[in-house]
């Protein structure tokens, strides 16, 4: 199984900001995922990253607001822009198949 | 679309015990794999076990094991030998044809002394 690590694992941002998450895998992976998780809540899919092009985002999540970028097949990031107090939520990074994920970033805005 | 329903909000079990998470899905594909994950109040999302919808055979890891019913598309996880240790979230999924998972809203599993 992969090792996966993500930065930071927790962080409090004030609303309007934007935040940055990364990805590390310790192995190359074709397919990268972000998902969400809402306090409280399953997780829902926030797009999939594939290295080399443009990340296909799920209905209801827009690339101006969550824009990612996959430089190598080793990592990626999340930003999560014009912050409000409703993203307030776990981010994961997910790898392979069967998936295995990241410790999640905990993210709380004020 | 695929979804995935767990009905079972909370469930309890005594050490030792053994529980049965409830799953169902709705799909129109034939082949495709199901998953529980386990996820403790350190929140690190942890695979349990998995079945690939081809197998007639139910997948069994140790003290866990599935019954898939493919016809009535169900996927239930026993657990064996319930332990403290088992105290968490569990989630069942549904992996699409795009390899995302679908997951369903979860069961919070509480393992008493």
């Known amino acids: 199984s992969a090792v996966i690590s993500q930065k930071p694992s927790r962080d409090i941002c004030q609303r309007g900001t934007s935040l940055t998450i990364q990805c590390q895998v310790d192995s190359q992976v074709t397919m990268m995922f972000w998902y969400r998780q809402q306090p409280g809540q399953s997780l829902t899919l926030i797009a999939t990253?594939?290295?080399?092009?443009?990340?296909?985002?799920e209905s209801g999540f827009v690339i101006d607001k969550f824009p990612i970028s996959r430089p190598n097949l080793t990592f990626s990031t999340l930003t999560v822009s014009n912050m409000s107090p409703e993203d307030s939520s776990i981010y994961l990074c997910?790898?392979?198949?069967?998936?295995?994920f990241g410790p999640g970033t905990r993210l709380l805005v004020l | 679309a695929q979804t995935v329903t767990q009905s079972q909000p909370e469930m309890s079990v005594q050490e030792a015990e053994t529980v049965t998470l409830s799953c169902t899905y709705d799909t129109s594909e034939s082949n495709y794999y199901l998953f529980w994950y386990k996820q403790p109040p350190s929140r690190q999302m942890i695979l349990v076990i998995r079945q690939e919808a081809y197998k007639q055979q139910n997948a069994t890891e140790n003290r866990f094991s599935v019954n898939f019913q493919k016809a009535a598309k169900s996927f239930s996880l026993k657990i064996s030998d319930s332990q403290l240790g088992d105290t968490a979230m569990y989630f069942c999924?549904?992996?699409?044809?795009?390899?995302?998972?679908?997951f369903g809203k979860g069961t919070s599993l509480l393992v008493t002394p």
């Open positions: 990253a594939n290295q080399g092009s443009e990340a296909t985002y």
């Open positions: 997910s790898v392979g198949l069967p998936h295995y």
């Open positions: 999924a549904f992996m699409t044809s795009g390899y995302a998972l679908n």
